[in-house]
T-cell receptor
């Protein structure tokens, strides 16, 4: 149990375009989902926390207008990178957790390359 | 906010030896400390975790110790095997007070030499 999927697993887009990444909890209801960004050989940096039906809470330094997060249901959250630039190229990982549970279940990640 | 420091950044051990990775945290309100193993291009996998009301936890070859007074916790891997080679991350959470978000350490690249 506690499986989280992400789609797509990798994507290449041109500079200036937008790309949407989906995160789904397949066998449980995720009241909270988290989005991380991981650059090569670096740690996971939390971008935002989203709760179903409410606005996401962004970490300091993360542009909310550039990284749009929607958590419309208990099994789906989306991250849209708007007007992507080469410096947005990274590994984006989501995680999901149940109500008031510490453990986060991670998705397989999405590798974004902006050319 | 919470800050988690992790050492060493790289660790090379001979197969069969033990490996120890250490982390310190800054916020005394943190109460949950998981350890993750991440292989290249893959998702982080939880290998062990500990709550603040416990000083030590063990699962076969893996153990974690927590010193709340000193605000540090450590991962111990005994009888290391080549398949233990990966990047290991520690993390800390304040639970409900911070919406259960995790703050990660910088990672330790472990290489187990056959």
């Amino acid at each position: 149990g506690a499986v989280v999927s992400q789609h797509p697993s990798w994507v290449i887009c041109k500079s200036g375009t937008s790309v949407k990444i989906e995160c789904r909890s397949l066998d449980f209801q995720a009241t909270t989902m988290f989005w991380y960004r991981q650059f090569p050989k670096q740690s996971l940096m939390l971008m935002a926390t989203s709760n179903e039906g409410s606005k996401a809470t962004y970490e300091q330094g993360v542009e909310k207008d550039k990284f749009l997060i929607n958590h419309a249901s208990l099994t789906l959250s989306t991250l849209t990178v708007t007007s992507a630039h080469p410096e947005d190229s990274s590994f984006y990982i989501c995680s999901a957790s149940r109500t008031e549970i510490y453990e986060q279940y991670f998705g397989p990640g999405t590798r974004l390359t902006v050319t | 906010g919470e800050n988690v420091e992790q050492h060493p950044s790289t660790l090379s051990v001979q197969e069969g030896d033990s490996a120890v990775i250490k982390c310190t945290y800054s916020d005394s309100a943190s109460n949950y400390f998981p350890w993750y193993k991440q292989e290249l291009g893959k998702r982080p996998q939880l290998i062990i975790d500990i709550r603040s009301n416990v000083g030590e936890k063990k699962d076969q070859r893996i153990a974690v110790t927590l010193n709340k007074t000193a605000k540090h916790f450590s991962l111990h891997i005994t009888e290391t095997q080549p398949e233990d080679s990966a990047v290991y991350f520690c993390a800390a959470s304040k639970g409900m007070d911070s919406s259960y978000k995790l703050i990660f350490g910088s990672g330790t690249r472990l290489l187990v030499r056959p």
